[in-house]
């Protein structure tokens, strides 16, 4: 065991995953580069990547890592408060591949309350190991969120739990969403049963309650149904589903089966939930000039034209005193977004992302190229 890991489970200790809305000192993003996920050799999303690190400077610190290849290009497009750091790693989806961080409040002798933060570093799978995965050398991955842990010098909690960041979303006073079609799927874990994984998440995100939606978004089979594209805590008790109300679209059972949950359950302090409808854009389908410029036949999943992409508004990113909010091009549905978003959070500056479709091609969105690291506070 390293000198800054900490044994057993997180929960045990005092630790608990903040909300995403609590004060965060940094975040942290990788820079993507691959030819077979990113299209043209990755040329557009690294403008778009680069637009969100320097929207999200705005607010709170933000550190980029590149690889050895990129940290110089990485550098060039980023204005220079933002951080450049040279990582390894096979893809930049650093939600899921980067740290959990878990805060501790213990109360000292001299009555302040110190808060104390640490990293869990899940297992990493590419999501769905070498049958389901989306590509087949994840090594890199492995070490990226110990790697932010060591940069931080801060400790950190390691298991064999095969987990993402984007399949857990929680509230901060107990309550934690996920989906059976990811955690319960036989990719990750098949060996552990609902009630091994739900013991987990309490032991390691200080979690009270589990509320399992039987599916994520509709297309979303690189992460096979990541909570982070269909259903998010705003603040406790309230929540946002991913909506259509087009019956005949696919979306609209995952959608409509969600809403009954979540109508009937309560949270760790047993309240009923606030469902707030998201409509999805589109639905969108990549082009044939789009899946021409990815790299098919590499050691990635391919991206044949006309796919439908898992294209949602709920994968935002909250930074400090704003959201960053994607945009698909879908005018009617981006608007309506915005306006649903400045609603539900009246004190955050909501910033579109004019071309986060960029960012959906490979597979995910603004919440999933991020990753918050809590502030840590000294309270008299």
Known sequence: MAAMDLPGAPALLGFQMPAEWELHSHCWMGWPERPDNWRDYAVHIQRVFAKVATVISRFEPVTVCASSSQWANARSQLPEHIRVIEM????????????????????????????????????????????????????????????????????????????????????????????????????????????????????????????????????????????????????????????????????????????????????AKNRKLEIIKLHVPGPLYMTEEEAAGVFQGGEAKPRPPNTRLAASYVNFYIANGAIIAPQFGDRKWDEEAVRVLSKVFPHHEVIPIEDAREIVLGGGNIHCITQQQPAILNNS
């Open 88 to 267: 390894g790693m096979n893809d930049s989806w650093f939600r899921d591949t980067g740290p959990t961080f878990v805060v501790s409040k213990n109360a000292s002798k001299s009555s302040n309350t110190e808060q104390k933060i640490a990293g869990i570093d899940w297992n990493f799978n590419s999501w769905g190991g070498l049958e389901d995965g989306c590509y087949r050398d994840w090594s890199l991955d492995l070490l990226v969120a110990r790697k932010i842990m060591e940069i931080e010098k801060l400790p950190r909690f390691s298991l064999s739990l095969v987990l993402e960041g984007g399949s857990i979303h929680v509230d901060g006073e107990g309550t934690c969403l996920t989906t059976e079609e990811c955690l319960l799927n036989r990719n990750r874990n098949p060996h552990l049963s609902k009630n091994q994984i739900e013991d987990a998440l309490k032991a390691y995100l200080g979690v009270r309650k589990i509320i399992w939606l039987p599916r994520g978004l509709y297309g979303d089979d690189d992460t096979n149904g990541h909570i982070d594209n269909m259903c998010c805590f705003v603040r406790p008790g309230v929540v946002l589903l991913s909506w259509t109300d087009d019956e005949t679209d696919p979306q609209y059972e995952r959608s409509a089966e969600a809403y009954s949950i979540l109508s009937s359950v309560t949270d």
